[in-house]
Each structure stands twice: as structure tokens, then as C-alpha cells.
């Protein structure tokens, strides 16, 4: 089975331009077996984290090497465009 990997930064931008009125999207729900620690970064370093007016997500401490570190750096990021509602840290 051939599988297609697809850049997320890519795939919010296309998002952005076809299926939204003004670019902002409602709600990323991320649950991803680790994952998160590209998307999420990712999303952060091309200043697309701003689109989002809800962002959540589990985090898979264990699945990915300096996990921990990632996540303090996500979280610090985040606060700075999105006020916590709920915070679960490291659930998985």
C-alpha cells in the first residue's frame, strides 16, 4: 500500500484559501500517537497557530524521545495566542 505524507503547513493553507470565509478555523483537535510534536511546532513556527480559535490535543509523552521538552515549549506558544480552558498535562 503506497502512503502519501502531507506537509500539515501545506494542508491548513489550502483549508484557509477553499473552505473558509476569512482563514480562521473554528477548532484543530489533534490525537495523533505523537504526532503532535511536528504538528503542533510546525503550525507555531509558521505563525499559523493564530488561525485556530480552539486548539486541542492529547499528548503521547511516552511515544516520542524529549517528549517533555517539546511539550513546555507547545505550551509556552500557545499562551501566547490562546488562553487555557482546560489543561490535562501529559494525559497518555
Same mark, same amino acid.
Given at each position: 500500500?503506497?502512503?502519501? !505524507?502531507? *506537509?500539515?503547513?501545506?494542508?491548513? +493553507?489550502? $483549508? =484557509?484559501?477553499?473552505?473558509?470565509?476569512?482563514?480562521?478555523? &473554528?477548532?484543530?483537535?489533534?490525537?495523533?500517537?505523537?504526532?503532535?510534536?511536528?504538528?503542533?511546532?510546525?503550525?507555531? !513556527?509558521? *505563525?499559523?497557530?493564530?488561525?485556530? +480559535?480552539? $486548539? =486541542?490535543?492529547?499528548?503521547?509523552?511516552?511515544?516520542?524521545? &524529549?517528549?517533555?521538552?517539546?511539550?513546555?515549549?507547545?505550551?509556552?506558544?500557545?499562551?501566547?495566542?490562546?488562553?487555557?480552558?482546560?489543561?490535562?498535562?501529559?494525559?497518555?
Amino acid at each position: 500500500q503506497r502512503v502519501y !505524507l502531507l *506537509d500539515i503547513v501545506q494542508v491548513i +493553507r489550502k $483549508i =484557509q484559501r477553499t473552505r473558509t470565509k476569512n482563514g480562521l478555523i &473554528d477548532l484543530l483537535s489533534i490525537n495523533c500517537e505523537g504526532c503532535e510534536f511536528e504538528i503542533l511546532p510546525a503550525l507555531i !513556527l509558521n *505563525d499559523m497557530i493564530r488561525y485556530f +480559535r480552539i $486548539i =486541542q490535543f492529547a499528548s503521547h509523552i511516552h511515544l516520542v524521545p &524529549d517528549a517533555s521538552c517539546i511539550y513546555c515549549q507547545i505550551e509556552q506558544a500557545l499562551e501566547r495566542t490562546h488562553q487555557i480552558k482546560y489543561h490535562y498535562s501529559k494525559l497518555w
